[in-house]
């Protein structure tokens, strides 16, 4: 359980998220000051700082990334690499997003739509996979080390494949079933004709 201070912050970086994700589709992403975003929220610059490092990272935090963390940890103690790997994006990070459906479908078109956001989402996702491949060898065995930044980057494609279809139509599918959909084809990739 999150301490009241932990908890705070959480909703402090919440907050924060969705009037500048109000201010940036209303103004445009390079008009819109990181002062500007602390006067909406009634919060120093600075303190926004230290939440978010740069005003890309507003719009990219994921508040369900620590959760993540923890299911992954489980996960592969439990079951094979590539199904750990499905069922934490899947079960885990599927239902998250459609619990907050709205939001998260204009946060991600969002992210998706403004170069300089997406251009910090790949830098992201590039650090993402190396975290990823770096967990993946500590449960590999010595043998099939070596495959550990295939897999992640594999996944994290299949991952990423799944948001823009999801992001593309409106969210008319569930992420976790396009998900789903994704690691599917991933996994029958060697009966492609």
């Known amino acids: 359980m999150r301490s009241l201070r932990e908890?705070?912050?959480?909703?402090?970086?919440?907050?924060?998220q969705r009037a500048a994700l109000d201010l940036f589709e209303a103004d445009g992403f390079d008009a819109v000051t990181v002062a500007a975003i602390a006067d909406a929220v009634g919060m120093a610059a600075s303190t926004i700082y230290r939440h978010f490092d740069t005003k890309e990272a507003i719009i990219l935090w994921d508040e369900h990334d620590e959760d993540?963390?923890?299911?992954?940890?489980?996960?592969f103690s439990n079951h094979?690499?590539?199904?750990?790997?499905?069922?934490?994006?899947?079960?885990?990070?599927?239902?998250?997003?459609?619990?907050?459906?709205?939001?998260?479908l204009r946060r991600v078109t969002y992210i998706y739509a403004t170069e300089a956001v997406h251009l910090a989402a790949?830098?992201?996702?590039?650090?993402?996979?190396?975290?990823?491949?770096?967990?993946?060898?500590?449960?590999?065995?010595?043998?099939?080390?070596?495959?550990?930044?295939?897999?992640?980057?594999?996944?994290?494609?299949a991952l990423d494949a799944a948001f823009d279809r999801w992001q593309h139509t409106g969210g008319a599918t569930s992420l976790g079933v396009l998900i789903g959909e994704a690691f599917d084809v991933l996994v029958g990739l060697d009966e492609l004709r």
């Open 122 to 157: 790949g830098e992201a996702t590039y650090r993402d996979t190396a975290d990823l491949a770096e967990a993946l060898e500590q449960v590999l065995s010595k043998k099939n080390r070596s495959a550990a930044p295939i897999l992640a980057g594999a996944a994290m494609a």
């Open 68 to 75: 993540l963390d923890h299911a992954f940890l489980a996960a």
């Open 80 to 104: 094979p690499p590539l199904q750990a790997l499905r069922w934490v994006f899947v079960d885990e990070l599927g239902p998250r997003y459609d619990d907050d459906l709205e939001f998260q």
């Open 7 to 16: 908890r705070n912050r959480l909703n402090a970086m919440r907050t924060t």
